[in-house]
Structures are given as structure tokens and as C-alpha cells.
């Protein structure tokens, strides 16, 4: 089973599956409604986060965050500031399957910095909240991570 790690400045650490999440945003569409000539099931990001929420039991008590940053596979991470996910979709699956190639999710984008900011295989969400903050843009790029081993044989 494919798993997605989501962390919440508030709520803690949780785990979930793209089937899940497409439970807790209630209906799914054609990704293409959002993002013309682009294939596959999606879901609302802001409904999913509604439904996950009030799974949570915080609907009414969680801070509302300012960014949700997203972590690849592929050490890939977009931190995207809140008011530009109006639009979000996540697709979860293609031709019925769970995406393979570019799963577990990816994170679809339209209208916000770029003509369509995209995410592919996605492992990690991370609502976070950022007292202070005014990114207005989203910022991406791979990260620079190095383990103990890695530094040790480039001593």
C-alpha cells in the first residue's frame, strides 16, 4: 500500500493512502476540469483538507495554516503558500489504478505562481503555520540532504 506522511503544526503526524484521502474529499473529478490535457482522477485539495480535519476531530479548533509544503520521492519540495491552493487538485489514480509512475499523489496547482505548479510523487505533507511570514510566492527546487555515511566518504 502506497502511504503519504502528513505532519500539522498543531495536529501532529499522521499516515494515510490516496484512497483515503480521496474518501475524506468526498467526490473525485476528471483532472482535466482543472488541468486541461492532463489525464487521471483527481480530488479537491481544499475538500480533502475539510474531511481530514473533521476526521481529526479539529475542524473547529486547528489554526488555519499559511503554507503546505510537499516532499517527493525524488527529495523534490515546493513549500506553496495557502491562498494560492484555491484551485488545488490532487491526482490520486489513472484509468481507475493508482498512479504508478508518478504516484503516490501529485499535487496539481493551477493559477498560482506559475501557469500550473505541479507535484509528482508525492510522500510528504507537511500544513504548516509561519507566524510572520510573507512569502507570497512559492518556492521550490530539490533539497540539499546529506546522510552520516555520505559525509564520511567525502572526508
Known amino acids: 500500500m ?22 475524506l474529499a468526498g467526490a473525485s473529478f476528471s483532472i482535466s476540469d482543472r488541468v486541461p490535457e492532463t489525464a487521471g482522477e483527481a480530488f479537491d485539495w ?25 516532499e517527493a520521492a525524488d527529495a523534490f519540495e515546493a513549500s506553496i503558500p495557502w491562498e ?9 489514480q489513472l484509468d481507475g489504478e493508482p498512479l504508478k509512475k508518478t504516484g503516490p499523489i501529485r499535487l496539481y496547482v493551477p493559477n498560482g505562481c506559475s501557469k500550473c505548479l505541479n507535484v509528482k510523487s508525492i510522500v510528504k505533507l507537511k500544513l504548516a503555520y509561519h507566524k510572520g511570514t510573507e512569502q507570497e510566492e512559492a518556492a521550490f527546487g530539490f533539497k540539499h540532504t546529506f ?5 564520511r566518504k567525502n572526508r
Open 84 to 92: 494560492q491552493l484555491k484551485h488545488a487538485a490532487v491526482l490520486y
Open 46 to 70: 481544499h475538500s480533502w483538507h475539510s474531511g481530514w480535519l473533521r476526521q481529526a476531530g479539529a475542524a473547529e479548533t486547528a489554526g488555519a495554516p499559511t503554507h503546505l509544503i510537499v
Open 147 to 151: 546522510s552520516a555515511e555520505d559525509l
Open 2 to 23: 502506497q502511504t503519504i506522511r502528513i505532519e500539522h503544526f498543531e495536529l501532529g503526524l499522521s499516515m494515510t493512502s490516496p484512497a483515503e484521502m480521496a474518501r
